[in-house]
Nanobody, 123 residues
Framework: QVQLVESGGGLVQAGGSLRLSCAVS????????MGWFRRTPGKEREFVAA????????SYADSVKGRFTISRDNGKNTVYLQMNSLKPEDTAVYYC????????????????WGQGTQVTVSS
């Protein structure tokens, strides 16, 4: 019912900015919550940010508060993750995810996942 495709990853220097996009296919966006997660080799999947599609209500991990912003464009069926003041520890594969109902921070509660996009931050 829902398909997700991430894009926008790349290589940036510390202190730089990058915007990730997640194109969403489906007809029930208003019923879903969207999330961004990231994974580094040797570490578990980490919650980054989430947004409820219909209300725009957001939540963030403490590690990215004040630096990252999640948003959505209803007309383009796209979710964004604006990343500013990037640090080397932000380096990871970033995944877009979706689930019905309320937004949560638990990755195992999300039903749909994109393929991921690599973000690398150099020091």
């Amino acid at each position: 019912q829902v398909q997700l495709v991430e894009s926008g990853g790349g290589l940036v220097q510390a202190g730089g900015s990058l915007r990730l996009s997640c194109a969403v296919s489906g007809r029930t966006f208003g019923l879903y919550a969207m999330g961004w997660f990231r994974r580094t080799p040797g570490k578990e999947r980490e919650f980054v940010a989430a947004i409820k599609w219909n209300t725009g209500s957001t939540s963030y991990a403490d590690s990215v508060k004040g630096r990252f912003t999640i948003s959505r464009d209803n007309g383009k069926n796209t979710v964004y993750l604006q990343m500013n003041s990037l640090k080397p520890e932000d380096t990871a594969v970033y995944y877009c995810a979706a689930k019905p109902g309320i937004a949560t921070m638990l990755s195992n509660e999300y039903n749909y996942w994109g393929q991921g996009t690599q973000v690398t931050v150099s020091s």
